[in-house]
Structure formats: structure tokens, C-alpha cells
């Protein structure tokens, strides 16, 4: 092997490890083929081709707005102080799908910005990527009393507004953070344990978008083992995968 060469694997191995710190995985988890369950097409009214809309923020400004006005939840719920549409970047490849916002997110109207939202960012970078270069959004755009898990009525109310949010932007590859966002866009009924570590699609008519459903980093907080972290960063690893696949 050249100078050049072994300088050059020497760089990313160590690059490596630094990723595998920063997430806390003290080893490299091998990652094995994982088979591909489809998820039923959408329930949600069909929108008009992303090809044939050319601005994408602005239709999802638009969205945001009639969310506000029209959201059959939102516009009932009590308890809450704002609404956490969803942010980042229109034309992302890659989205990350929540269940909904805690207390940091409700102060500030940002999806993912408390301890939850600190230890994404870090599996963000991890993967080499920008928050501002993926969008984040919540099956849930308010959020429910005492943090509790959305109940299946909320989730069938406010449900079709991300459907049409992933419409818009048309990721390459959507990661679903624990159930709630799994079992809403895979119409599945079960666990995040048995779904994670998988391949999955959301199908909406023509269009198929890759899910891989892992566990909430509120999930990886409070069970912050090395099995978890390196079952997380296996995960991502595949995403990596797939989004290089698809590029």
C-alpha cells in the first residue's frame, strides 16, 4: 500500500472512532441485510406531483398555515403554548420523523431542541451531516399534557398534515424515531423493538420512500447502554447506506 494511501485509511479510521465516541458505541456495530416490509399505501388524500411544484418552502409555509387554521387537534387542545410545524431544509434527503413536542419545543415552536432534540443533533453530525441539511418534523404538531404519548385520535387528526409535509419534500430516506411515527407511517401495530434495525416503505401512490424506524433518542437517554447506542448507530449506518444508494 502507498504512503498515500495508508495516511489516507489511517484518517478515516480515526474518524471513525471519533463518530463511534461521540455517540458513546464503544465498538462498530457489523450490519447485516435487512428485509423490506412495505407499508399499505397512504390513507391520506393524494396532492399533486412534487415534480410539478416549484417551491417548496412556500408550500410548506402555506401547509404550516392552514395547519393552524384548520387542525381539528390543535384547534381544541388546551395546555399548550405553540405549535412546532417543523423545520429544516425543503429539499432534504433525509427526514426524522418525532411522535411530538415536549416542554423545550413548546417554548420555543422548534421540533427537538431539549436534551431529546441536543442528543439528535449529536447523531446528526455523527452521520456527518448539518441539521440544517435534513427536516425534522412531529406526528404531532402541539404538545400533549405532561409529555404522554399522543393518543390514536390525535395521531388520526393530525396525521395527514405530515403526510402531506413528506409530499412536499420528498426525502430520499425517512428515519422514524420510536413508535408512535413508525406505526403511523407503516400502518403497523407493532413495536418499535421489532421494527427497528429493518428496511420499511411508505408507499403513496407511484412514489416509495425508504423507512428506517429506530429508537427515540428520549428512549436512548434513559436507557443509555452500550447495547442501545450501537443498535441506534447501526441504524444510522444502514441510513448512511441507503442515502448514498439513492444519490
Not at 441539511?133 to 393530525?158: F, M, Q, S, W
Not at 412514489?207 to 429508537?215: G, K, N
Amino acid at each position: 500500500m502507498a504512503a498515500s494511501d495508508m495516511s489516507m485509511t489511517l484518517r478515516s479510521a480515526r474518524q471513525e472512532l471519533k463518530t463511534c465516541l461521540m455517540l458513546g458505541v464503544d465498538f462498530v456495530p457489523i450490519g447485516s441485510e435487512t428485509a423490506v416490509v412495505a407499508a399499505p399505501a397512504s390513507a391520506a388524500p393524494a396532492s399533486p406531483p412534487v415534480s410539478d411544484l416549484s417551491d417548496k418552502a412556500a408550500l410548506l409555509a402555506a401547509l404550516e398555515a392552514r395547519h393552524a387554521a384548520e387542525c381539528p387537534h390543535c384547534t381544541t387542545a388546551t395546555g399548550y403554548k405553540r405549535i412546532v410545524f417543523g423545520e429544516g431544509n425543503p429539499e432534504a434527503a433525509l427526514m426524522f420523523v418525532g411522535e411530538a413536542p415536549g416542554e423545550q419545543e413548546d417554548e420555543t415552536g422548534r421540533p427537538f431542541v431539549g436534551r431529546a432534540g441536543q442528543k439528535l443533533d449529536e447523531i446528526i453530525a455523527a452521520m456527518k451531516m448539518r441539521r440544517a441539511d435534513v427536516y425534522i418534523a412531529n406526528v404531532l404538531k402541539a404538545r400533549p399534557p405532561g409529555n404522554r404519548t399522543p393518543l390514536p385520535d390525535e395521531v388520526a387528526r393530525c396525521g395527514p398534515y405530515l403526510v402531506e409535509q413528506i409530499r412536499i419534500i420528498r426525502p430520499r430516506v425517512i428515519v422514524t424515531l420510536g413508535g408512535p411515527a413508525s406505526k403511523l407511517l407503516l400502518q403497523t401495530d407493532e413495536g418499535i423493538t421489532r421494527l427497528r434495525g429493518s428496511w420499511h416503505v411508505w408507499r403513496d401512490g407511484d412514489v416509495e420512500i425508504p423507512v428506517m424506524p429506530t429508537f427515540h433518542p428520549a428512549y436512548l437517554l434513559r436507557n443509555y447502554t452500550v447495547d442501545t447506542r450501537a443498535k441506534v448507530w447501526s441504524d444510522m449506518q444502514a441510513v448512511m447506506a441507503k442515502l448514498a444508494e439513492r444519490s
